[in-house]
């Protein structure tokens, strides 16, 4: 490396190289190549059941007689995205060869898990796969089956959404949306069991629960109910049971329900007739937008120790999972900031047939979105 070759000639160390540089250059490359048909990537077992579920979607069998390969989809053409792909795939060997996910029962355990890494990387890199082919400039939108569909890919196009954004599960079965955010909250429900509040603590339902004016005991009745995420100040413990105050708006005429904020139909409290009257109020106002009389109250009641936390980041990162997966499969994610929190209730409730949410956890849905809104300190778009 310091001194000259007394053995070979300048020339022959060059055209040497140069061979050797070559012949190892389009060694890497064919082993690349090799490594990326989609008969290498069936000799794994658990690829197996995947190419299956491919074979009955569009991109295998078509009108057009096109048909995408593994790599169309997975594998950058060229360049560092290329070789980046092939650095991180190795870590799918790994999950085979260590037993992860090598029967269809572990490999449908960790499907979220995998679908989610897939998703965010095609987001990041715009796509890549699907460009290969497919492009918004190529498209004839004025002929396209469903107008409905040619409508979003235009407006996705202005927006400059990547197509990932809506075609999740097009050449692969979609995995259980659902498990993740069941997840959170049975560790939601384990952490409360352990929950010991006291005195001047802040605490959080996970969900809608019931509420009474004075301890709860036997034959004593609800006299109203807490929605989820409504922050609770405890003022005394007793046994399972807790005293916290409560506060919230009250518009006039509709002095049963508690709202998180005056003129935002984001609901803390709704009460029973019997309960009104235990309300303290405070401060009146009149919405110059709307002329409605809304007055700030506290109220004062019992719950029981059950189904709350301490950590409103967990309830809102619980919902916000589900807003992701009840919300984000079929379109784009609107940020929550895309709207103020009384438009939230419109757009929510037209799309409320086709969440796969029951009502309690559309509520919470409801109120998570409403609580990072445009007009409630939401972070702004970008």
């Known amino acids: 490396m310091r001194r000259p070759s007394t053995r070979w000639g300048l020339g022959t160390l060059v055209l040497g190289g140069a061979f050797v ?16 048909t989609t008969k290498f990537c069936l000799s794994c077992h658990s690829m197996q059941g995947n190419y299956e579920e491919y ?15 593994c790599a169309d989809c997975h594998v950058p053409k060229s360049g560092w995205r290329l070789y980046r792909a092939k650095v991180l795939a190795a870590k799918d060997l790994w999950g085979e060869i260590t037993g992860k996910v090598d029967t269809p029962e572990k490999f449908e355990a960790h499907r979220l898990e995998m679908a989610e890494t897939v998703w965010a990387d ?30 979003q890919m235009q407006q996705a196009m202005k927006d400059g ?17 659902s498990s993740g955010y069941k997840k959170l909250f049975e560790d939601l429900q384990a952490e409360a069991g352990q929950l010991r509040p006291k005195a001047g603590d802040t605490v959080y339902p996970l969900q809608t629960v019931e509420l009474y004016l004075d301890e709860p005991k036997d034959g004593v009745k ?51 007739p019997t309960a009104v009257a235990a309300v303290v109020p ?22 029981k120790n059950a189904d709350l936390t301490d950590s409103l980041d967990k309830v809102w990162s619980y919902a916000g999972s589900m807003f992701s997966a009840a919300c984000g499969t079929c379109h784009v994610l609107p940020h929550t900031s895309h709207f103020l929190a009384n ?16 009502e309690e956890q559309f509520r919470l849905v409801q109120k998570y979105v409403q609580m990072h809104a445009k007009d409630m300190g939401g972070e702004v778009e970008e």
Request: with cysteine; proline share 4%.
């Open 55 to 69: 074979k009955t979607t569009v991109h295998y069998v078509n009108p057009m007689g096109v048909r995408a390969e």
């Open 161 to 177: 959404g990547t197509c990932i954004d809506c075609h999740k599960g097009i050449a692969h079965k979609l995995p259980d949306m």
């Open 222 to 272: 609800a006299a109203g109910k807490v929605i989820a995420a409504t922050p609770m100040v405890v003022e005394a413990v007793s046994g399972k049971a807790l005293q916290v105050k409560l506060e919230g708006w009250q518009q006039e005429g509709a002095e049963r329900m508690l709202y998180a904020a005056q003129g935002r139909r984001i609901f803390n409290v709704a009460l029973a």
């Open 282 to 303: 405070g401060a009146r106002m009149t919405d110059p937008d709307t002329d409605q009389v809304w007055t700030d109250g506290t109220l004062t009641v019992w719950v």
């Open 343 to 358: 438009q939230w209730i419109g757009t929510l409730n037209a799309m409320k047939p086709k969440a796969p949410l029951n």
């Open 21 to 36: 540089g070559a012949l190892g250059w389009n060694g890497f490359h064919y082993a690349v190549e090799q490594t990326t």
């Open 122 to 151: 095609m987001k990041a890199n715009d796509s890549v796969g699907c460009r290969s082919c497919h492009s918004f400039e190529a498209m004839d939108f004025a002929h396209q089956t469903k107008p409905d569909a040619a409508k």
